[in-house]
């Protein structure tokens, strides 16, 4: 209990906004002011993704090698670095060989780095790999903890606008979103306001974790022509009209 409490002290299991705010010299006068205001919390992530650049977990020649622009009324996104033979395989960070290899690299910071290092070796004993649980997190990975999920900045980005993701801290599968999943899917995105999240489902690289992708920036097909279908209750439910694949849209002013 004693080492857990010194784990959860150190942040090693994913600070809280709150916490994350604090140690970034920017907390407000009031803790409360977290909560009710909706900024908050994207600046929260803005600032991890800022951090997890300077430290190296996201690498610049990777954000240097996104290319952006558009066909017509379609944004093209090329993203040279992303062979799927290489990315899906995690990311390879040399984790530190000692207390004073930690702090040599990372100066004061190195001390965080090897108690999180220690802490997650301990996590990962009988368990099957997952890249995105806790326990084969690299060292340098920092996280924030929201409700039964962790915010990570995302260290291979397909946008420059701070691309994260959101996953569960439970180990389940990717198709095992829910009611309760989705609840809290929207309570996360109005707390964010500009946060586009993104799922996946079987076309994710990692199936066995549930995950989602955040980016904050808007989405062309934002602006696709709608055709409303029907009404359920609070709910509008309608078509992609235009667009070159099939979708639907589900809007309420109602969360």
């Given at each position: 209990w004693a080492a857990y409490m010194e784990a959860k002290r150190l942040g090693l299991y994913g600070l809280?906004?709150?916490?994350?705010s604090a140690r970034s010299g920017k907390q407000d006068e009031d803790s409360s002011a977290l909560s009710?205001?909706?900024n908050s919390l994207t600046e929260i992530i803005k600032?991890?993704?800022?951090?997890?650049r300077?430290?190296?977990?996201?690498?610049?020649?990777?954000?240097?090698?996104?290319?952006?622009y558009r066909v017509g009324r379609y944004l093209v996104h090329l993203?040279?670095?992303?062979?799927?033979?290489?990315y899906t395989q995690g990311v390879s960070f040399e984790e530190p060989k000692s207390r004073k290899d930690a702090i040599k690299k990372y100066g004061s910071y190195g001390e965080i780095v090897w108690q999180r290092h220690l802490e997650r070796k301990r996590l990962r004993r009988g368990i099957d790999r997952c890249n995105l649980c806790l326990g084969f997190m690299p060292a340098i990975e920092e996280l924030i903890s929201w409700r039964d999920w962790f915010i990570a900045i995302q260290p291979f980005p397909i946008t420059d606008a701070d691309h994260f993701v959101l996953i569960n801290k439970e180990h389940r599968p990717q198709i095992s979103i829910d009611e309760g999943v989705l609840k809290e899917i929207i309570e996360f995105v109005s707390?964010?306001?500009?946060?586009?999240?993104?799922y996946n489902m079987v076309g994710a690289s990692i199936t066995q974790h549930l995950h989602f992708q955040g980016i904050f920036q808007k989405l062309p097909i934002e602006?696709?022509?709608?055709?409303?279908?029907?009404?359920?209750?609070?709910?509008?439910?309608?078509?992609?009209?235009?667009w070159p694949v099939a979708g639907f849209v589900l809007e309420s002013e109602d969360k």
């Amino acid at each position: 209990w004693a080492a857990y409490m010194e784990a959860k002290r150190l942040g090693l299991y994913g600070l809280t906004p709150e916490e994350f705010s604090a140690r970034s010299g920017k907390q407000d006068e009031d803790s409360s002011a977290l909560s009710s205001n909706n900024n908050s919390l994207t600046e929260i992530i803005k600032d991890l993704s800022t951090r997890q650049r300077a430290i190296g977990f996201v690498k610049s020649e990777f954000l240097s090698q996104i290319y952006n622009y558009r066909v017509g009324r379609y944004l093209v996104h090329l993203v040279s670095y992303r062979d799927p033979k290489k990315y899906t395989q995690g990311v390879s960070f040399e984790e530190p060989k000692s207390r004073k290899d930690a702090i040599k690299k990372y100066g004061s910071y190195g001390e965080i780095v090897w108690q999180r290092h220690l802490e997650r070796k301990r996590l990962r004993r009988g368990i099957d790999r997952c890249n995105l649980c806790l326990g084969f997190m690299p060292a340098i990975e920092e996280l924030i903890s929201w409700r039964d999920w962790f915010i990570a900045i995302q260290p291979f980005p397909i946008t420059d606008a701070d691309h994260f993701v959101l996953i569960n801290k439970e180990h389940r599968p990717q198709i095992s979103i829910d009611e309760g999943v989705l609840k809290e899917i929207i309570e996360f995105v109005s707390q964010t306001g500009e946060v586009r999240l993104i799922y996946n489902m079987v076309g994710a690289s990692i199936t066995q974790h549930l995950h989602f992708q955040g980016i904050f920036q808007k989405l062309p097909i934002e602006e696709a022509q709608t055709k409303l279908l029907s009404q359920r209750g609070k709910v509008n439910i309608s078509e992609l009209v235009d667009w070159p694949v099939a979708g639907f849209v589900l809007e309420s002013e109602d969360k």
